[in-house]
């Protein structure tokens, strides 16, 4: 059993060099994540708030919910934040983003390989795999979708692809009596407390649906009030965050995007504050982890959330010594670290540029 050591691996590739670990858990109950907007953890549950929001509030106090005490987002504006929870990076600055955008690996393409059920609602798009960047919707849940709140369509691998991009669905599609193993959930912009500028007419065709009042607060609270219960009855486990908060506080010492409001709640949850610095690459981790699937980008050194039935309790922390971290190399070359869990670790892989993993040899310590 290898728990900490000298990790050496031979490969004739050429890329960038990342590790990850072999792990095999299960997950018994369903997950649904859901992101709502634009609040800090202090707007949540500051004072007055818990009139304001009740729902949310009565989460954060209770005793059989899990509240993340010290979560951040991880950059500004929405979309580096979707993105980061699905694939382990920003990917860029910004929300004018279009379809099949970026190229990287994602959960979901992880999920999909490994034959674990999944799905992406959208609520307000009008059908399954929507290109369309915006869309307002008037007749069934009356809000507008924004493309920069989807973790899934902006992404070649999903987008390119019939199979997966069928599961990135509007948010009627959500059957609660047969949720998939790993579900997201993306209210419209009215439900998910974003809101719209006042001086956009839709922001009273919607109302209330304008920005940065209590009403639209309210409004997010009722909707997540309504729906979150018919998810924990059926036997989920429901990840209730925000995408962003006001600053530039992050987890760990680096610059992110404000603090923000976390909460695990459902039949497997244990009840308690957890101090644990994370942020929404914990949110991957934490899937990632449970499933024994490698962990992409950010994941890779992110304290994940442990989802309730894993058996994998933590990642395992891997440092790679040679190469440097993000050198491009060609040629043969050898890759040198360390690998430690206070479980034990049984196999440790390199891969390189993407490639087929290789099983590294070392020695314990």
């Not at 869309?135 to 924004?146: A, I, L, M, Q, R």
């Not at 729906?227 to 965050?241: E, F, K, M, N």
Request: aromatic residues 8%.
């Amino acid at each position: 059993m290898l728990r900490a050591g000298t990790v050496v691996a031979v490969a004739a590739l050429a890329g960038p060099v990342s590790a990850v670990p072999a792990a095999a858990a299960t997950v018994p109950n369903p997950l649904v994540v859901v992101y709502m907007e634009n609040q800090s953890l202090s707007t949540v549950i500051g004072t007055g708030q818990s009139a304001v929001m009740p729902y949310l509030n009565s989460l954060w106090g209770s005793a059989s919910t899990e509240q993340f005490t010290d979560y951040y987002a991880v950059a500004h504006p929405s979309f580096p934040n979707y993105a980061a929870m699905a694939s382990g990076e920003t990917q860029m600055e910004g929300d004018a983003v279009t379809p099949g955008q970026f190229s990287g690996q994602t959960v979901w393409d992880q999920l999909q390989a490994a034959g674990v059920s999944w799905g992406v609602y959208q609520e307000a798009v009008p059908t399954a795999c929507y290109a369309g960047t915006y869309h307002n919707d008037t007749t069934v849940s009356d809000g507008p979708y924004k493309i920069g709140h989807n973790p899934a369509v902006p992404f070649a691998g999903v987008y390119d692809n019939s199979s997966e991009c069928q599961k990135v669905q509007p948010f009627t599609g959500l059957n609660s009596m047969g949720l998939p193993a790993v579900s997201f959930v993306t209210p419209n912009l009215c439900d998910d407390m974003h809101g719209l500028p006042a001086t956009n007419s839709y922001a009273t065709t919607y109302a209330p649906c304008t920005q940065s009042t209590n009403a639209i607060r309210t409004r997010g609270d009722s909707w997540l009030a309504k729906y979150v219960p018919q998810w924990t009855a059926a036997g989920a486990d429901v990840l209730i965050t925000f995408d962003e908060g006001s600053g530039t506080a992050g987890c760990c010492g680096a610059s992110g995007g404000g603090q923000i409001y976390g909460v695990l709640t459902g039949p497997g949850v244990t009840g308690g504050a957890n101090a644990t610095p994370m942020n929404q690459y914990s949110i991957l981790a934490g899937i990632e982890d449970a499933y024994g699937l490698p962990l992409l980008g950010n994941a890779a050194t992110a304290s994940p959330v442990i989802l309730p039935g894993s058996t994998t309790a933590a990642n395992p922390v891997i440092t790679i010594t040679t190469p440097a971290s993000n050198a491009t190399v060609s040629g043969t070359l050898t890759v040198s670290g360390t690998a430690a869990d206070a479980a034990g670790i049984s196999q440790v892989q390199v891969s390189v540029d993407g490639g087929t993993p290789v099983t590294a040899t070392g020695t314990t310590a």
